[in-house]
Nanobody, 122 residues
Framework: QVRLVESGGGLVQAGGSLRLSCEVS????????MAWYRQAPGKQRDLVAA???????NYADSVKGRFTISRDNAENTVYLQMNSLKPEDTAVYYC????????????????WGQGTQVTVSS
């Protein structure tokens, strides 16, 4: 059973930093792309940052230069370093990963974490 668990969210003042982590567990054959999404109240869930298995990254324009996504394939973990946080970054942040299990190595599917709250005060 594949499971994604986020950690590192919390309350921080504007200009501060947080580091989110997402660990994938289960019978993992391979993890493809990993990503962070966020959803604020009344808004849709939007992509924040994504990283391929080979390390190629992509960022939403609103976080470029402030956030950094990285991954540790040996630990099945993806990180999001968030610097210079702004009140508009306040949202629930969700981890996403494309995972193939040993039981079906050729058929990966998307998995989601439960989310972690990030609140940035003004």
């Amino acid at each position: 059973q594949v499971r994604l668990v986020e950690s590192g969210g919390g309350l921080v003042q504007a200009g501060g930093s947080l580091r989110l982590s997402c660990e994938v567990s289960g019978s993992i054959f391979r993890i493809n792309a990993m990503a962070w999404y966020r959803q604020a109240p009344g808004k849709q869930r939007d992509l924040v940052a994504a990283i391929t298995r080979g390390g190629t990254t992509n960022y939403a324009d609103s976080v470029k230069g402030r956030f950094t996504i990285s991954r540790d394939n040996a630990e099945n973990t993806v990180y999001l370093q968030m610097n210079s946080l702004k009140p508009e970054d306040t949202a629930v942040y969700y981890c996403n990963a494309g995972v193939a299990e040993y039981k079906s190595p050729a058929y990966p599917r998307d998995y989601w974490g439960q989310g972690t709250q990030v609140t940035v005060s003004s």
